[in-house]
Nanobody, 126 residues
Framework: QLQLVESGGGLVRFGGSLRLTCVAS????????IGWFRQAPGKEREGVAC????????KYAQSVKGRFTISRDNAKNTVSLQMNSLKPEDTAAYYC???????????????????WGQGTQVTVSS
């Protein structure tokens, strides 16, 4: 069974950067698409970025396009989310999720993913 652990969250000022990392264990990531999702208090969970199993396909929420970059290193079983130009509205708990996928598939819909990490908190101060 795929297990995912996120790290890299923290408190950052408006305009700052953070890099989140999702480390997988139990299975090799070669066959899994990975998504990053976030949930702020009182709000629904939303897809932020996703990447196909081979990295050939990436998708981003409109709200983060040009600021966030998702990448993966299957040799290290990790997926990263580089977040730049952070805004207070990016404050949320961030989760990575995995799903076995066909080639080049990735989705920003949370219901598509079976495996979830515990999350890491990102707080952006104004």
């Amino acid at each position: 069974q795929l297990q995912l652990v996120e790290s890299g969250g923290g408190l950052v000022r408006f305009g700052g950067s953070l890099r989140l990392t999702c480390v997988a264990s139990g299975r090799t990531l070669d066959y899994y698409a990975i998504g990053w999702f976030r949930q702020a208090p009182g709000k629904e969970r939303e897809g932020v970025a996703c990447i196909s199993e081979d990295g050939s396909t990436t998708k981003y929420a409109q709200s983060v396009k040009g600021r966030f970059t998702i990448s993966r290193d299957n040799a290290k079983n990790t997926v990263s989310l580089q977040m730049n130009s952070l805004k207070p509205e990016d404050t949320a708990a961030y989760y990575c999720a995995g799903e076995t996928a066909a080639t080049n598939w990735a989705s920003l819909d949370d219901f598509e993913y079976e495996y979830w990490g515990q999350g890491t908190q990102v707080t952006v101060s104004s």
